[in-house]
């Protein structure tokens, strides 16, 4: 009960001495919100940020050219085709192929979110010889899939490949352009090779590395080509779509799997300013939310310290009637660390709550939502910030208390 | 007969300030004892080093010579919070303006002394009631410093000196700004103290009061201690 008594007392105090209680309560309720609410709009804005960036160039093909010299650099194999037209490509360069097993090896790579293998094949139609892209997509990998080469937010008719429900298996899913310019339609025939397939989507991706004009899935697509290669295509594959955690990370990634498969690795270079954009924000936010707290330290040193000079003389008086420098010290320090635990708690609820009122009209518009579960623990780092830093500004000023003598506070002795 | 304690045992005191780097000696050399039962008066004009002095003799600070012993402490060989602990069970002091806290309440600065000792709140705040009660102004618990009178105030202090029954109590100009009744008041308890309980008294005034309720008088001038005339 005794070691309490400092605290009861630092209490009496806060209620003796309401107005300064509230002014210090106050300075960290604005430090706390503040450093809360710009820390959870600058993580929002970095969530957005990286969210846009994913759709743009948070991603990169890796793959091992068709090499000139007819010798292919392993771990990569030249594919022997039947038609001197077709073969695996990215874009219009022809490729070898790689080991699937390569993926896991990619996959452990730093910065690599996700992998997923894609047969891309450039082939001739059937029906008049036009030359169009299938792209085989492993769609074990929902993600990466969704975010190299096509999404089911993405479908403008029918299903996303996978989706249908029909006895006929998946089916196939074309892209908009090609659909357009072959005039096919949800429900129609599409003959491939020696195969027909329902078409049951149509798909709008937009800019994607590994855009192809007609999709199946990666077993569809290797049966389909079985009869078009001159030895069987086992497990490979003709490139390997990377997902990487952030922007900042693409270029390490980026070199880490060029490594591995010795090949190729082609990206949009827009990650490039994003990247440092996404750096600039967070080092930005670093910067205010330091400040923030240096702010609300020297606030609450400044606003104790002249709670130190104003009571010299009462401090001078409680010491010659008896109490020790130790305990008007421990008394002092609850005495900082009270009105800011306080001014801290509705700091941070007020930073949760304008950041959500905030972040809902600005984010909002864009569908992202503010990460509350963060915005909590923001906001017990911020309490924390103010407890410590206040116990430390009250613990300075014990300390000066403690070296002086009572006479000095009241010389008319 | 009975052997008498020496409550306070100071020798060579010698205490100057500096102002504006020039030294101003107050205290050259200042021998006294102070026994268990004993009045000491100390007189002098104002601004001779009384007040100084009783600073020195409570441990409120140190001299730049001498050694002070009280109730058998050596105040300069033990730590400020060690002073402090025997100020709160062994020392009282009745300041010259009083120095009540202005934030606090009548009782609430009688409690003030006996905080951080082995009372609870509730013997404290009997045993704060009790002596306001007995220096007269038990009606006035609730009032802050600045709505009593000054003799009030004057009570308060004595009562906030009192209420722990030091064995030593250092009273600086204890009826200075009290009307005569009043101050007949404040000796007849310090007298009781001392009577009753044994305690030392030491007090210094520049006259208001009674010397001859001293078993010794003593002048304090250019900062020696000599024999009142």
């Not at chain 1, 421990?330 to 950041?355: H, S």
């Not at chain 2, 107050?26 to 006294?32: A, F, G, Q, T």
Request: charged share 20%; proline share 5%; glycine share 12%.
């Amino acid at each position: 009960m005794k070691a309490l008594e400092p605290m009861r007392i630092a209490w009496r105090e806060q209620r003796r001495r309401p107005g300064r209680a509230l002014a210090v309560g106050l300075g960290f309720l604005l430090a706390v919100a503040s450093f809360v609410g710009f820390s959870l709009l600058f993580r929002a804005e970095h969530a957005m940020e990286e969210a846009t960036l994913r759709r743009v160039g948070g991603y990169f093909v890796a793959f091992s050219p068709l090499p000139v010299t007819g010798i292919a650099t392993p771990p990569a194999t030249i594919p022997r085709v039947r038609h001197p037209d077709e073969g695996f490509v990215v874009g219009t360069v022809l490729t070898s192929l790689l080991p699937r097993s390569l993926g896991e090896a990619i996959r452990r790579s730093p910065g690599v979110a996700d992998v997923v293998p894609v047969l891309q094949f450039r082939m001739k139609s059937a029906r008049d010889t036009h030359l169009f892209t299938l792209g085989g997509i492993d769609l074990s990998r929902p993600i990466a899939v969704a975010r190299t080469c096509c999404a089911p937010s993405e479908v403008t008719a029918g299903v996303f490949l996978g989706q249908a429900t029909g006895t006929e298996g998946p089916g196939a899913m074309l892209d908009n352009g090609y659909a357009s310019v072959q005039e096919y339609r949800v429900g129609d025939r599409i003959t491939i090779g020696e195969r027909s397939f329902p078409v049951t989507g149509i798909v709008n991706t937009g800019i994607r590395p590994s855009r192809s004009d007609v999709y199946l899935t990666w077993e569809d697509a290797a049966r389909l080509l079985a009869p078009r290669l001159e030895e069987p295509l086992g497990e490979r594959t003709g490139l390997f779509l990377v997902e990487v955690d952030s922007a900042s990370q693409q270029e390490d990634a980026m070199a880490a799997v060029k490594r591995i498969t010795g090949g190729v690795i082609t990206s949009y270079n827009c990650f490039r300013p994003a990247a440092k954009v996404v750096g600039l924000n967070e080092r930005a936010a670093g910067i205010v939310s330091v400040l923030l707290y240096i702010s609300a330290v020297l606030f609450g040193l400044k606003t104790q310290f002249g709670a130190l000079v104003e009571r010299r003389r009462e401090f001078g008086i409680l010491r010659a009637v008896g109490w020790s420098g130790r305990v008007l010290g421990a008394q002092l320090v609850w005495e900082a660390v009270i009105p800011a635990f306080f001014g801290a708690l509705a700091g941070a609820t007020l930073g949760v709550g304008a950041a959500l009122v905030a972040g809902n009209q600005v984010l909002g518009t864009v569908g992202l939502p503010i990460p509350l579960a963060e915005g909590w623990w923001l906001g017990l780092q911020g309490i924390a910030f103010a407890l410590a830093g206040s116990g430390l500004v009250g613990l300075a000023a014990a300390v000066l208390l403690r070296y002086s003598r009572p006479a000095d506070t009241l010389r008319t002795i | 007969m009975t052997e008498r304690t020496a409550m306070l045992d100071a020798v060579g005191i010698r205490k100057s300030f500096w102002r504006s780097g020039r030294e101003i000696p107050v205290l050259r050399d200042v021998s006294l004892r102070l026994e268990a039962g004993e009045t000491l008066v100390i007189t002098g004009r104002s601004g001779t080093g009384k007040s100084t002095l009783l600073s020195l003799l409570g441990g409120l600070d140190m001299p730049d010579a001498g050694r002070i012993g009280v109730c058998g402490t050596d105040t300069a060989a033990v730590s400020q919070d060690r002073l402090a602990e025997l100020r709160r069970e062994t020392v009282g002091i009745i300041f010259q303006n009083f120095n009540l806290l202005p934030s606090w309440n009548a009782i609430e600065n009688v409690e003030a002394a006996l905080m951080h000792g082995d009372l609870g709140p509730t013997e404290r705040r009997e045993r704060a009631l009790r002596w306001l009660e007995r220096l007269g102004i038990g009606d006035r618990t609730e009032n802050l410093p600045a709505e009593l009178s000054v003799g009030q105030q004057q009570r308060v202090a004595v009562a906030r000196t009192l209420v722990n029954e030091p064995r030593l109590i250092l009273a600086d100009e204890p009826t200075g700004d009290v009307d005569p009744e009043t101050g007949a008041e404040i000796i007849a308890h310090l007298k009781a103290a001392v009577r009753d309980r044994g305690a030392a008294l030491l007090v210094v005034t520049h006259g208001t009061y009674p010397v001859a309720s001293g078993d010794r008088v003593v002048r304090l001038r250019d900062g020696i201690l000599e024999p009142a005339g």
